[in-house]
């Protein structure tokens, strides 16, 4: 990942994190109905978002450019070589490096959840 993550990409090297969840939320808001957006507490958000970013950006930061979508199914890996491939770049750009390894945290904490294992045995494993 740290290869990965050095990548010298053109364009910017603008953090999109915060600006792409703002615009997902105007579109979640836009398909919303008014009692929609009540039950799932989508005005809330702008706010959640807004505190985030002022809490996460107040440190030094390394900023890379990140996969964003760094789950499972887009990590493969050469049996034979052991050489790794990623795939699926639609939401690559620049971020915080440490959003790749905390996405791909989530992600696996999720899937050990929705096989029963308990968060203390999620702990307990080799990854």
């Known amino acids: 990942m740290r290869e990965f993550h050095s990548l010298d990409m053109p364009g910017t090297r603008t953090v999109v994190l915060w600006s792409r969840l703002r615009r997902w939320l105007r579109k979640a808001k836009n398909l919303c109905s008014l009692a929609e957006i009540k039950e799932y507490g989508l005005d809330s958000l702008d ?29 493969m890996m050469d049996e034979e070589t052991k050489s790794v491939t ?32 308990a968060y203390g045995e999620m702990l307990k494993f080799d990854m």
């Open 47 to 75: 706010d959640e978002i807004q505190l985030l970013e002022k809490e996460l950006t107040q440190y030094d930061q390394e900023i890379g450019f990140c996969h964003n979508d760094l789950q499972y199914g887009n990590i």
């Open 86 to 117: 990623l795939i699926d770049y639609e939401y690559a750009s620049y971020n915080p490096v440490a959003y790749d390894l905390l996405y791909y945290n989530w992600h696996y904490a999720d899937a050990m959840y929705n096989l029963g294992v």
